[in-house]
Protein backbone atom coordinates (compact mmCIF):
# COMPACT_ATOMS: atom_id res chain seq x y z
CA UNK A 1 0.00 0.00 0.00
CA UNK A 2 0.98 3.19 -0.86
CA UNK A 3 0.66 6.96 0.29
CA UNK A 4 1.47 10.12 -0.34
CA UNK A 5 0.93 13.17 1.84
CA UNK A 6 1.65 16.73 0.38
CA UNK A 7 2.09 19.75 2.61
CA UNK A 8 3.27 23.23 1.53
CA UNK A 9 -0.01 25.04 0.42
CA UNK A 10 -1.44 28.40 2.14
CA UNK A 11 -2.50 31.53 1.94
CA UNK A 12 -0.83 34.05 -0.69
CA UNK A 13 -0.79 37.33 -2.73
CA UNK A 14 -0.71 37.20 -6.31
CA UNK A 15 3.05 37.50 -7.07
CA UNK A 16 4.45 34.99 -4.24
CA UNK A 17 5.70 31.70 -4.44
CA UNK A 18 5.14 28.18 -2.57
CA UNK A 19 6.71 24.99 -2.42
CA UNK A 20 4.67 22.23 -2.17
CA UNK A 21 5.92 18.76 -1.27
CA UNK A 22 4.61 15.05 -1.85
CA UNK A 23 6.05 12.57 0.66
CA UNK A 24 5.65 9.09 0.08
CA UNK A 25 5.65 5.82 1.76
CA UNK A 26 6.22 2.17 0.20
CA UNK A 27 8.97 1.29 -2.54
CA UNK A 28 7.15 1.47 -5.85
CA UNK A 29 8.13 5.39 -5.35
CA UNK A 30 11.01 5.33 -7.55
CA UNK A 31 10.14 3.32 -10.49
CA UNK A 32 6.81 5.67 -10.83
CA UNK A 33 6.10 8.40 -12.54
CA UNK A 34 4.26 11.46 -10.68
CA UNK A 35 2.13 14.13 -11.16
CA UNK A 36 0.48 17.08 -9.92
CA UNK A 37 -2.99 17.73 -10.18
CA UNK A 38 -5.35 20.67 -8.93
CA UNK A 39 -9.31 20.80 -8.83
CA UNK A 40 -10.85 24.75 -7.60
CA UNK A 41 -14.18 24.51 -6.69
CA UNK A 42 -16.73 23.55 -9.17
CA UNK A 43 -14.71 22.39 -11.58
CA UNK A 44 -12.78 18.89 -12.61
CA UNK A 45 -9.59 18.21 -11.36
CA UNK A 46 -7.10 19.12 -13.62
CA UNK A 47 -3.24 18.22 -15.04
CA UNK A 48 -0.84 20.53 -13.57
CA UNK A 49 2.75 18.90 -13.95
CA UNK A 50 3.70 15.23 -14.55
CA UNK A 51 7.71 13.80 -13.90
CA UNK A 52 8.92 10.41 -14.82
CA UNK A 53 10.42 7.48 -12.36
CA UNK A 54 14.19 9.08 -13.16
CA UNK A 55 13.25 12.94 -13.09
CA UNK A 56 14.31 13.13 -16.80
CA UNK A 57 10.95 13.68 -18.37
CA UNK A 58 8.82 16.75 -16.98
CA UNK A 59 5.40 17.60 -18.53
CA UNK A 60 3.91 20.80 -17.66
CA UNK A 61 -0.45 22.26 -18.28
CA UNK A 62 0.28 25.14 -20.28
CA UNK A 63 -1.39 27.59 -17.73
CA UNK A 64 1.65 26.87 -15.76
CA UNK A 65 4.42 26.57 -18.43
CA UNK A 66 7.53 28.65 -17.19
CA UNK A 67 6.05 29.47 -13.34
CA UNK A 68 6.31 26.07 -12.39
CA UNK A 69 8.74 23.58 -11.96
CA UNK A 70 8.25 20.00 -10.60
CA UNK A 71 10.85 17.70 -9.27
CA UNK A 72 11.82 14.61 -7.51
CA UNK A 73 14.04 13.06 -5.30
CA UNK A 74 14.27 9.46 -5.26
CA UNK A 75 16.16 9.48 -1.72
CA UNK A 76 13.67 11.07 0.11
CA UNK A 77 10.80 9.47 -1.77
CA UNK A 78 9.67 12.80 -2.40
CA UNK A 79 8.55 14.98 -5.34
CA UNK A 80 8.28 18.96 -5.18
CA UNK A 81 6.17 21.37 -7.16
CA UNK A 82 8.02 24.93 -6.79
CA UNK A 83 5.24 27.31 -7.55
CA UNK A 84 6.34 30.83 -8.82
CA UNK A 85 4.71 33.90 -9.76
CA UNK A 86 1.51 32.96 -8.60
CA UNK A 87 -1.93 34.29 -9.88
CA UNK A 88 -5.96 33.78 -8.75
CA UNK A 89 -6.61 31.65 -10.85
CA UNK A 90 -4.03 29.33 -9.51
CA UNK A 91 -5.99 28.74 -6.07
CA UNK A 92 -7.19 25.19 -5.76
CA UNK A 93 -6.81 21.83 -3.55
CA UNK A 94 -3.37 20.15 -5.10
CA UNK A 95 -3.10 16.68 -5.41
CA UNK A 96 0.02 14.14 -6.25
CA UNK A 97 -0.24 11.37 -7.62
CA UNK A 98 1.72 7.74 -8.13
CA UNK A 99 1.45 6.77 -11.99
CA UNK A 100 0.51 3.16 -12.71
CA UNK A 101 3.79 2.98 -14.84
CA UNK A 102 7.58 4.87 -15.01
CA UNK A 103 6.35 7.67 -17.20
CA UNK A 104 3.88 10.51 -16.27
CA UNK A 105 0.54 11.02 -17.66
CA UNK A 106 -1.79 14.20 -18.05
CA UNK A 107 -4.46 11.46 -17.72
CA UNK A 108 -5.83 11.20 -14.29
CA UNK A 109 -6.91 7.51 -14.63
CA UNK A 110 -2.99 6.50 -15.61
CA UNK A 111 -2.50 7.53 -11.59
CA UNK A 112 -3.00 4.65 -9.08
CA UNK A 113 -2.64 7.12 -5.83
CA UNK A 114 -3.59 10.13 -4.89
CA UNK A 115 -2.62 12.15 -1.78
CA UNK A 116 -5.70 13.83 0.04
CA UNK A 117 -4.89 17.45 -1.23
CA UNK A 118 -3.70 20.63 0.00
CA UNK A 119 -4.59 23.94 -0.58
CA UNK A 120 -3.54 26.89 -2.27
CA UNK A 121 -5.40 30.21 -2.04
CA UNK A 122 -4.04 33.28 -4.12
CA UNK A 123 -5.42 36.51 -3.16
CA UNK A 124 -5.65 39.45 -5.53
Known amino acids: QVQLVESGGGLVQTGDSLRLSCAASGRTFGSRGMGWFRQAPGKEREFVAG????????YYADSVKGRFTISRDNAKNTVYLQMNTLKPEDTAVYYC?????????????????WGQGTQVTVSS
Open 97 to 113: ALSYNSGASVNKVEYAY
Open 51 to 58: VSWSGNNV
